[in-house]
């Protein structure tokens, strides 16, 4: 049976209750097939990051947003980790820097778009200036509330010029990231993650979740998805990003393989031209099969 994904696609105009959306995968996928399929859908993703670049078309950005611990570094690497890395490229935002910060919120996120032909994976994005800036106060209420509109009008712009847009929430439980904060605590070789701002970013679950909430529900649009991962488990959290990046870009494929026998016929065309004019019509060597 074909993988579900749009299932966990947030529809616009959703009321999103996260607590009441399961942070546990419910599914009959045992994790050693759901690994096999990754593996698969990692050779399909090098294939059509290829087709990508060569057509030249579109451009693809995959945002990935969640709070600590929820994954993002790991899902980034376990997806893309097999695709070119001429063709791929991985963008994470920190705290501003008093540059970034003199200019308007997308200044420095529109700067990392994607160029047609490449994916670019947002570690963080712009989504930040409406959830650490909302739940911290970083700036008026008036000022944050504005930006949900300014996201969808900047996330429009970009698709209008051929990006495909998709976005991941990966939801974890408030269990669940105590577990993974103190499994780094206890193994000295990933204790260099940990940072007291964890700690202390975890005492505001709640106002996150529901920062998440109003970015889920404003800003999941037909053209620009958000999905909902459930992400406790690290192997379905991998498997799910990874079927729905690769069926959203074969949809496109038919189109990207038009453009690529167009280029070729008219390359063709220009060396049988070439070889007319200057070899008398002879032709050259057949390529060894
Ligand atoms: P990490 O992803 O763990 O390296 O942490 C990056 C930190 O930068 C997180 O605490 C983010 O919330 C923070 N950050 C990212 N974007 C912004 C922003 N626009 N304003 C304030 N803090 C931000
Ligand atoms: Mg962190």
Redesign the pocket.
């Known amino acids: 049976m074909a993988f579900d994904f749009d299932s966990y696609r947030v529809k616009p105009g959703a009321n999103i209750k996260l607590k009441d959306i399961p942070a546990d995968p419910k599914t009959d996928l045992s994790k050693e097939d759901a690994v096999a399929r990754l593996a698969e859908l990692k050779n399909e993703l090098e294939a059509l990051q290829e087709e990508l670049y060569a057509a030249g078309k579109n451009s693809a950005l995959v945002i990935i947003q969640g709070m600590?611990t929820s994954g993002k570094d790991g899902a980034i690497r376990h997806v893309f980790g097999d695709v070119n890395p001429q063709g791929c490229r991985v963008e994470s935002f920190k705290v501003p820097t008093s540059e970034e910060l003199a200019h308007d919120f997308l200044w420095r996120v529109h700067k990392a778009t994607p160029p047609r032909g490449m994916i670019t994976v947002f570690n963080r994005s712009h989504y930040e200036d409406v959830l650490i800036v909302r739940v911290h106060d970083l700036v008026p209420r008036k000022t944050w509330q504005a930006r949900y509109e300014m996201i969808n009008a900047f996330e429009n712009f970009l698709i209008n010029h051929d990006t495909i847009i998709l976005k991941f929430f990966l939801h974890i439980s408030k269990a669940e990231q105590e577990e993974r904060l103190l499994a780094r605590e206890a193994d000295v070789t990933k204790a260099w993650?940990l940072?007291v701002a964890?700690w202390r970013e975890r005492k505001r679950w709640n106002e996150y979740q529901q920062a998440y909430e109003d970015a889920l529900e404003k800003c999941s649009t037909e053209t620009a998805p958000w999905y909902i991962v459930p992400a406790n488990k690290k192997w379905f959290r991998n498997l799910m990003i990874a079927e729905t990046v690769v069926s959203t870009l074969k949809t496109y494929r038919s189109d990207w393989h038009k453009t690529l026998k167009d280029m070729s016929e008219s390359r063709l065309a220009e060396l049988h031209a070439y070889r007319a004019e200057n070899l008398g019509g002879e032709s050259p060597k057949k390529a060894k099969s």
């Open positions: 600590d993650k940072s964890d």
